[in-house]
């Protein structure tokens, strides 16, 4: 009688207890993809194509014989770049370069240090030039040629003066205010040689000398190495060796 009091009662139970919900099963995002997305189609004659030919969508694309790729050369390349440098920065190309016998010659010239007899201009080559002074007093000698002023002492060695005007047979009625001694050294010698006035230096071009004419006015030929032009000046040079040897025009 109890047990079956007890069963009824644990079936009253089951029935009052409420049922738990099963959870709603949520759908699978990778089926509702493979379920949206349509199949893939082909194209019916796909395998009419040529063996190894692909298809695709859009314009089809030019037949024709590909050319062939060009031999790659770094030098053009290199080339081409500097090339283009240029014109980006808007350099001139490098002109070629002139023949051997269109090349530019250097012009040497020769220097002289001028001086004026009178109204005629002179000039002595300054490699034969030790130094310039002014007049001072000279030591006579005797039985010396009359173009000879005197001697002098310079540092302890003997220098001759030679009167430049009367040397040339010019006359000696002259302005001496300016007149200095140039000292020209010869075959290791010194010799003092009297001028009215010293004026500049110039430079002559070498080898352009001219030949000195027939006759020159108020100077001895044989003294005249030759005639040079600074612009328009013309330049009397002097012949030093023979200016001071005296085995040459020795004057009245």
Same mark, same amino acid.
């Given at each position: 009688?109890e047990?079956a009091r007890?069963?009824?009662?644990?079936?009253?139970?089951?029935?009052?207890? +409420?049922?738990?919900?099963?959870?709603?099963?949520? +759908?699978?995002?990778?089926?509702?993809?493979?379920?949206?997305?349509?199949?893939?189609?082909?194209?019916?004659?796909?395998?009419?194509?040529?063996?190894?030919?692909?298809?695709?969508p859009g314009?089809a694309?030019?037949? %024709?014989?590909v050319?062939?790729?060009? +031999?790659?050369?770094?030098l053009?390349?290199?080339?081409?770049?500097?090339?283009?440098d240029?014109?980006?920065?808007?350099?001139?190309?490098?002109?070629?370069l002139?023949p051997?016998?269109q090349?530019?010659v250097?012009?040497?010239?020769?220097e002289?240090?001028?001086?004026?007899?009178?109204?005629?201009?002179?000039?002595?080559?300054?490699?034969?030039?030790?130094e310039?002074?002014?007049?001072?007093?000279?030591?006579?000698?005797?039985r010396?040629?009359?173009?000879?002023?005197?001697?002098?002492?310079?540092?302890g060695?003997?220098?001759?003066?030679y009167?430049?005007?009367?040397r040339?047979?010019?006359?000696?009625d002259?302005?001496r205010?300016?007149?200095?001694?140039i000292?020209v050294?010869?075959?290791?010698?010194?010799?003092?040689?009297?001028? =009215?006035?010293?004026? =500049?230096?110039v430079?002559?071009?070498? %080898?352009?000398?001219?030949?000195?004419?027939?006759?020159?006015? %108020?100077?001895?030929?044989?003294?005249?190495?030759?005639i040079g032009r600074? %612009?328009?000046?013309m330049?009397?040079?002097?012949?030093? +060796?023979?200016?001071?040897?005296?085995?040459?025009?020795?004057?009245?």
């Amino acid at each position: 009688m109890e047990l079956a009091r007890i069963r009824n009662k644990s079936r009253r139970e089951e029935l009052q207890t +409420p049922q738990l919900e099963q959870p709603q099963q949520q +759908p699978n995002p990778a089926s509702a993809v493979e379920e949206t997305t349509p199949a893939l189609s082909l194209p019916e004659d796909i395998f009419d194509l040529p063996h190894g030919a692909i298809a695709f969508p859009g314009p089809a694309p030019a037949r %024709g014989v590909v050319p062939a790729a060009r +031999p790659f050369d770094p030098l053009t390349l290199i080339l081409q770049g500097r090339e283009q440098d240029r014109a980006a920065a808007h350099l001139a190309v490098v002109p070629e370069l002139l023949p051997v016998d269109q090349a530019v010659v250097e012009t040497t010239y020769e220097e002289f240090l001028c001086f004026r007899l009178g109204h005629e201009e002179y000039g002595i080559s300054i490699m034969e030039i030790k130094e310039i002074i002014k007049p001072r007093e000279l030591t006579e000698v005797p039985r010396m040629p009359s173009y000879l002023d005197g001697v002098l002492s310079l540092r302890g060695v003997i220098v001759p003066v030679y009167a430049l005007r009367r040397r040339l047979n010019m006359p000696c009625d002259h302005e001496r205010a300016f007149e200095r001694i140039i000292i020209v050294r010869c075959d290791e010698a010194l010799y003092g040689l009297r001028v =009215d006035r010293v004026t =500049d230096v110039v430079r002559i071009v070498a %080898g352009q000398r001219e030949a000195a004419p027939a006759v020159l006015e %108020g100077a001895a030929r044989e003294f005249v190495a030759g005639i040079g032009r600074a %612009g328009e000046r013309m330049i009397i040079i002097m012949d030093i +060796p023979k200016v001071v040897d005296t085995c040459f025009g020795e004057g009245d």
